[in-house]
């Protein structure tokens, strides 16, 4: 021990037999780390073998100064828990009290020789609880609209048209520069190509057949998966952060009426549209590239295009639009409103919505693929 410190202020102990012939424990002095210093591990060594006599008093009321760290080091000797017979000061009740509510801290991880097993059924298991999540969602979302047709004048008008400017009008600038840009690169490849034999004009049914039936709708969805996705989640696990969404359960407004419902009709009205949008300034952007590098004209591919790509293909886009933007709401809401009242939980759960939103996209359109290979695609005989 420091022979800096006061006498009174040194750590000591002594055994104290009380009147009734019990033994007592009595502590004095300062119990800090900076009083004990080093030679905390032997008092805590001699502490801990006096602590396994039974029937021992523990009298802590003459301890100058106790700090946390010392605090612990004694409910560690006492086994994570009070023994039969303690003093205390109100001061270090208070410091015993907080320890008993601590949690403990968990057990290391033990080796697991089927640990890839072991995750890969975790996965599992996750993935079936959001599956079970999302059509749990959407039965309600089918009960919500039978409600809404019995009932029209509760249909969330204003709630409809805020989702179809947020999500529509408000997308339609990064969609036409992405889709631009890649009707560029995909003309200036495609004609390169087609020039070196003489079949310049097919470019027009490339572009087409490319951009209406499959890059236009997987764009538009991929990009509002990324941008109005990733908004509904936040905005619902804003919600679950401030508790808006418990102040609407205690008003009985239904979650699924009022938030869900709306972000879904929204959505699978705006995103056909977008799609529209998108499929169409890739052409312009893929048929002006086509007249700079191999001098097609804009008029000839305008005046081509409804034959080389059949009006089958359009619908067909439009309905991907739809479906991929009523995916992406329920996926988006799904876990908005799983997302748990902390600020790591709402940046988790808005990065597993895009990401499974995107999945979901590309599944939907493989799924239309191999659905209508049979439509819209003319097969030389």
């Not at 000797?77 to 008993?100: S, T």
């Not at 407004?253 to 300034?281: C, D, N």
Request: include cysteine; hydrophobic fraction near 50%.
């Amino acid at each position: 021990m420091p022979s800096n410190l006061p006498a009174d202020h040194r750590a000591r102990y002594q055994l104290v037999t009380l009147e009734t012939g019990a033994t007592c424990l009595q502590l004095t002095g300062s119990y800090t780390l900076i009083s004990l210093n080093q030679s905390l591990p032997v008092i805590a060594g001699e502490l801990a073998q006096l602590a396994k006599q039974s029937g021992l008093y523990w009298d802590l009321t003459n301890i100058h100064q106790l700090d946390y760290a010392n605090a612990v080091m004694l409910w560690q000797i006492w086994g994570r828990q009070r023994p039969d017979h303690l003093l205390l000061r109100p001061e270090q009740e208070k410091m015993f009290l907080r320890l008993e509510k601590t949690a403990l801290l968990p057990e290391p991880v033990q080796r697991k020789w089927f640990l890839p097993i072991s995750l890969l059924g975790q996965q599992l298991l996750r993935f079936l609880d959001h599956l079970a999540g999302m059509i749990t969602l959407s039965g309600q979302i089918v009960l919500d609209i039978l409600y809404l047709i019995a009932h029209p004048g509760r249909i969330p008008a204003r709630e409809i048209s805020a989702n179809l400017y947020r999500t529509g009008a408000q997308a339609l600038g990064i969609t036409a520069i992405v889709g631009f840009l890649i009707g560029i690169v995909l003309s200036y490849l495609s004609s390169e190509q087609l020039h070196m034999f003489g079949a310049d004009v097919y470019i027009v049914n490339i572009l087409g057949m490319s951009i209406i039936r499959e890059l236009g709708p997987m764009l538009a969805a991929i990009l509002v998966a990324g941008r109005s996705g990733s908004a509904m989640t936040a905005q619902l696990g804003v919600m679950r952060v401030t508790e808006e969404l418990d102040a609407l359960t205690v008003m009985g407004i239904p979650h699924s009426l009022r938030l869900v419902l709306p972000k879904i009709i929204g959505l699978g009205f705006a995103l056909p549209l977008i799609v529209l949008w998108t499929s169409a300034v890739a052409l312009i952007g893929g048929f002006l590239a086509a007249e700079l590098q191999v001098g097609l004209s804009i008029r000839y591919a305008l005046t081509a295009l409804p034959d080389a790509v059949p009006i089958a293909n359009l619908w067909l886009a439009l309905g991907k639009g739809v479906v991929c933007g009523m995916a992406i709401a329920l996926i988006a809401c799904h876990f908005g409103l799983r997302i748990k009242p902390n600020t790591e939980s709402l940046g988790e759960g808005t990065t597993n919505s895009v990401v499974t939103s995107i999945t979901a996209v590309i599944i939907i359109d493989a799924i239309f693929a191999i659905a209508f290979s049979n439509i819209g695609i003319r097969i030389a005989g």
